[in-house]
């Protein structure tokens, strides 16, 4: 039975929504701000999301070896909620989550919801993981209809 986020998230979830939340598995225990990208998440088998970082120099060391419109910078004044002047994406690194995962987040507090990113955005970060050498095929799919 689906929980009441799972329900709302699956109601509410589209390209651009954005998550804030940590994951054990990064190197800090810091949260982060989490991207949607499927341009229909909630009917895709997984949601696509890419990570906001302010350690721009050490994203740009971990990635120099890819193309360089992998990355993307975004500036505070492009998204609000960021709380840096600039933050990087790196379209080399996907994450896949389910609507239940992120619900399960959310029944435990873990999940703060962010403003919607603009569509010129996304597009732009659609980009990036699309010149990405490093992204599966499944992900790829996913943009086809973009």
Known sequence: METPWGEWLRKTIRAGSVYYFSVGAFSSDDPHFFIVLNPNPSHDPFIATVVASSRIEKVRRRSSHLPPGTLVIIKGSEYADFTEDCSIIDGNHVHRWSIDELAAKADREELIIKADMNMA??????????????????????FLVC
């Not at 996304?122 to 799919?141: F, G, N, W």
């Open 121 to 142: 955005l996304i597009k732009k970060i659609r980009t990036a993981v699309k010149l990405s050498p490093m992204v599966e095929e499944e992900v790829m799919d996913l």
